[in-house]
């Protein structure tokens, strides 16, 4: 199977995951979920034009539901306590394998499904 990047899956198109924040990080037996401040693209159905010319933010969190499978390749960074998460700068989906990293770690996981939820 190729590899795919996050933005040519579905649930992620019109976010710009690359330039949006890892707010905080949850982990529980059969989810990884991400709070998010996300950044919209001009099509998302929730942009709205800001006042400054800048990005269009929206609050949100990313859930990987069904997880079986949590690798942690280099673990959460100490300075995740003090909320510098920084930002998703590697998202692919390999086979069946996503593959994350960031400043707040670096992780592989196989999960069911993953759902975006932006409010």
Request: charged share 25%; glycine share 8%.
């Amino acid at each position: 199977m190729a590899v795919v990047s996050c933005w040519q899956l579905p649930v992620f198109r019109e976010l710009r995951v690359e330039d949006s924040t890892v707010l905080a990080i949850r982990e529980s037996p059969t989810e990884l979920r991400f709070d998010m401040e996300f950044v919209l693209g001009m099509r998302h159905p929730m942009y709205r034009a800001p006042a400054d010319d800048g990005n269009c933010y929206r609050k949100g969190r990313m859930i990987f539901r069904g997880v079986h499978e949590l690798r942690w390749l280099k673990p959460l960074s100490p300075n995740a306590a003090d909320g510098e998460l920084g930002s998703i700068e590697r998202f692919v989906l390999d086979g069946t394998a996503y593959k994350l990293a960031g400043p707040w770690g670096t992780l592989e996981l196989c999960a069911s499904t993953v759902d975006v939820d932006v409010f």
